[in-house]
Nanobody, 116 residues
Framework: QVQLVESGGGLVQPGGSLRLSCAAS????????MNWYRQTPGKERELVAG????????NYADSVKGRFTISRDNAKNMLYLQLDSLKPEDTAVYYC?????????WGQGTQVTVSS
C-alpha cells in the first residue's frame, strides 16, 4: 500500500536549521510531483514547496523563499526539505504529499516547533 513517512521534525531555536525527510513506498515515486505542506491549528494547510517528478523544477511559498530547499532522490524514493533560518512562524506540522493526475497521497506529518 502507499506510504509516505515523514521524519526529522523537532524543537529548534530561531535561526536554526532542520532537515525533514519523507520515505515513499507503494507507488512509482519517480512519476510523481512531490510537495511539502504545513498546517497550524485553526488554519488551512498551505503549500510550502514543490518539486517536479524528475527534480528539474521547484517552487516555493513566498514566506520560505531563500530559507527552505526542497530536493528528492528518486533512486532512494526519498523527499527532503532543508529548513534554514527558521522563524517562530514556521512552527507547524509539515506534511509530505505525492500528486499525479487523480492520485493525491499524504503522510502523517511531523511537528516542527521554532522557539527559544
Amino acid at each position: 500500500q502507499v506510504q509516505l513517512v515523514e521524519s526529522g521534525g523537532g524543537l529548534v531555536q530561531p535561526g536554526g536549521s532542520l532537515r525533514l525527510s519523507c520515505a515513499a513506498s507503494g507507488f512509482t515515486f519517480s512519476n510523481y510531483g512531490m510537495n511539502w505542506y504545513r498546517q497550524t491549528p485553526g488554519k488551512e494547510r498551505e503549500l510550502v514547496a514543490g518539486i517536479s517528478s524528475a527534480g528539474r523544477s521547484t517552487n516555493y511559498a513566498d514566506s520560505v523563499k531563500g530559507r527552505f530547499t526542497i530536493s528528492r532522490d528518486n533512486a532512494k524514493n526519498m523527499l527532503y526539505l532543508q529548513l534554514d533560518s527558521l522563524k517562530p512562524e514556521d512552527t507547524a506540522v509539515y506534511y509530505c504529499n505525492a500528486r499525479m493526475l487523480r492520485d493525491n497521497f499524504w503522510g502523517q506529518g511531523t511537528q516542527v516547533t521554532v522557539s527559544s
